[in-house]
């Protein structure tokens, strides 16, 4: 009984707090307390998405709106099958590139046109090497992420919906990127909201094995995490995840949820998503070859 009291006064609270802040943008992470930062943060993207635009970070998001309406992109993923492509067919295509992908540039011979990062495990241990990187157009992170992440002059910051802890977790898949992304499992969801928010028609995604192998036993599982002993065998590089390096144990139903959810937004307004990875696991999306995209 008590603890449904307090559930109950926690859901009144945070609804009152919801009215002047995103609770799910910003409460979920603990790891930046300044209230007075979250609320202005807050204030800035509601404002954004009516049109008004404080900053040049909103501003510049802004002008991202259909900036590629009826082109096509590739989201690069992580996965081994990676290798297994030629990916100097992409040198002059739009792409987006996540996380560690910046390990990948010199064999790709490129570097991606926009790169995303979402999880702050990764953005904690890897900060060094992803504040250096400068490859890309644009990054892409969270405002969650601030606190280990500098912003440059090619960073914009997005306002990201993390509702997981919802009592019906229901992802959102935002048309409206000014104003806020919503999570899907996987900062793939990310990337599939922006590149819906910039106009690209066709979605072409690689790397998506979709197939992770079971942490080994000189592993440290804790928290919902795994703390790596071994090499990597869930991507195109094994120094991906080094010793020492944390990872999330992914949630392959969840990440299916969300790629359900923009199979969907992207199809109700005539666009398609298709998985082009050689194999894998990865079967919500239409399937099609990857050199068959650049025979046509």
């Known amino acids: 009984m008590a603890s449904k009291i307090k559930k109950t006064i926690k859901n009144g609270i945070l609804s009152v707090v919801g009215i002047f802040i995103d609770k799910y943008s910003f ?5 930046d307390q300044n209230f007075f930062k979250l609320f202005v943060y ?13 900053t040049s970070n909103e501003k510049q998001i802004a002008a991202l709106k259909d ?40 064999q790709m011979g490129f570097s991606p046109t926009y790169y ?5 495990l990764i953005a904690e241990d890897k ?3 992803i504040n250096k990187y400068s490859g890309s157009e644009i990054k892409f992170f969270g405002s969650y992420l601030e606190y280990v992440l500098k912003k440059d002059s090619k960073s914009l910051v997005v306002n990201v919906h993390v509702n997981y802890e919802a009592d019906n977790y229901v992802p959102l898949f935002s048309t409206n990127a000014v104003r806020r992304l919503g999570v899907g499992g996987s900062v793939t969801f990310m990337c599939l909201q922006i590149a819906y928010y910039m106009g690209f028609k066709d979605v072409y995604m690689i790397g998506f094995d979709h197939n992770y192998k079971e942490p080994s ?10 703390v790596s002993n071994t090499e990597d065998n869930n991507h195109f590089s094994k120094a991906y995840v080094g010793k020492g390096t944390r990872w999330h144990l992914p949630q392959l139903e969840r990440m299916e949820v969300g790629f359900a959810a923009a199979d969907k ?32």
């Open 127 to 129: 900060a060094d090497a």
């Open 67 to 106: 900036i590629h309406r009826g082109k096509r992109c590739f989201i690069i993923g992580n996965g081994p099958s990676l290798n297994e492509l030629d990916l100097s067919k992409l040198k002059d295509e739009y792409t987006f590139g996540v996380n560690s992908i910046y390990l990948n540039v010199d």
């Open 42 to 54: 807050s204030i800035r993207f509601r404002l954004a998405g009516l049109g008004v635009y404080l």
């Open 27 to 31: 409460l979920h992470f603990k790891r």
């Open 217 to 226: 036993e000189s592993d440290i599982v804790k928290d919902g995490y795994v």
């Open 265 to 296: 937004a992207f199809r109700a307004d005539d666009r398609k998503v298709l998985n082009a990875t050689k194999g894998g696991r990865l079967e919500v999306f239409e399937r099609c070859n990857y050199d068959d995209i650049f025979n046509a």
């Open 116 to 120: 995303v990062i979402e999880d702050y």
